[in-house]
T-cell receptor, first 114, second 113 residues
Framework: KQEVTQIPAALSVPEGENLVLNCSFTDSAIYNLQWFRQDPGKGLTSLLLIQSSQREQTSGRLNASLDKSSGRSTLYIAASQPGDSATYLCAVRETTDSWGKLQFGAGTQVVVTP | SAVISQKPSRDICQRGTSLTIQCQVDSQVTMMFWYRQQPGQSLTLIATANQGSEATYESGFVIDKFPISRPNLTFSTLTVSNMSPEDSSIYLC??????????FGQGTRLTVV
């Protein structure tokens, strides 16, 4: 059974520092991996989608890498801002699932202090 | 990006009652998904709703407790039946178009008292 783990569970950094969020998964047979942002009590906002054939994906200050063979993905957020404070979730879609359901990690709660 | 609208956004309900959550997407999609996020926890899939057929439920979730309707390709409902305080959670619907990223609604925050 696929297990998705995110470390650390919580992270507090001063404004301007780079953020590094880790996601690991136990079964490398994934179709893709997606990073989300969730603000308190709200739904999920998609940040980046990495297909299994890709090594990284970039959008603005965000960069996500994927090492499928080792079961790891890392989300980098450059020059953090207080508005980046949120919980960040990673989720994998397995190749065995044709419907596209996702397996989620527990998330990393990020606080960026001014 | 796709737009997924969920309502209500939040509700406070008495135990023993039922609540129906609606999810509307802005373009036709084959598969829709319902997730639950209990306080302080990550998301757990409740069921997959395929238009024109019965929903497929994950282990630990049953149709009598969480009946789902999917009358067309842009709409689905999830009912939380005979609620207890343990059902207090955020409920989220999700959809994916082809092989693109998954999109989520803004969630329904349910408190059962």
């Amino acid at each position: 059974k696929q297990e998705v783990t995110q470390i650390p569970a919580a992270l507090s950094v001063p404004e301007g520092e780079n953020l590094v969020l880790n996601c690991s998964f136990t079964d490398s047979a994934i179709y893709n991996l997606q990073w989300f942002r969730q603000d308190p009590g709200k739904g999920l906002t998609s940040l980046l989608l990495i297909q299994s054939s890709q090594r990284e994906q970039t959008s603005g200050r965000l960069n996500a890498s994927l090492d499928k063979s080792s079961g790891r993905s890392t989300l980098y957020i450059a020059a953090s801002q207080p508005g980046d404070s949120a919980t960040y979730l990673c989720a994998v879609r397995e190749t065995t699932d044709s419907w596209g359901k996702l397996q989620f990690g527990a998330g990393t709660q990020v606080v960026v202090t001014p | 990006s796709a737009v997924i609208s969920q309502k209500p956004s939040r509700d406070i309900c008495q135990r023993g009652t039922s609540l129906t959550i609606q999810c509307q997407v802005d373009s036709q999609v084959t598969m829709m998904f319902w997730y639950r996020q209990q306080p302080g926890q990550s998301l757990t899939l409740i069921a997959t709703a395929n238009q024109g057929s019965e929903a497929t439920y994950e282990s630990g979730f049953v149709i009598d407790k969480f009946p789902i309707s999917r009358p067309n390709l842009t709409f689905s409902t999830l009912t939380v039946s005979n609620m207890s305080p343990e059902d207090s959670s955020i409920y989220l619907c999700s959809a994916r178009w082809g092989e693109t990223e998954a999109f989520f609604g803004q969630g329904t925050r349910l408190t059962v008292v």
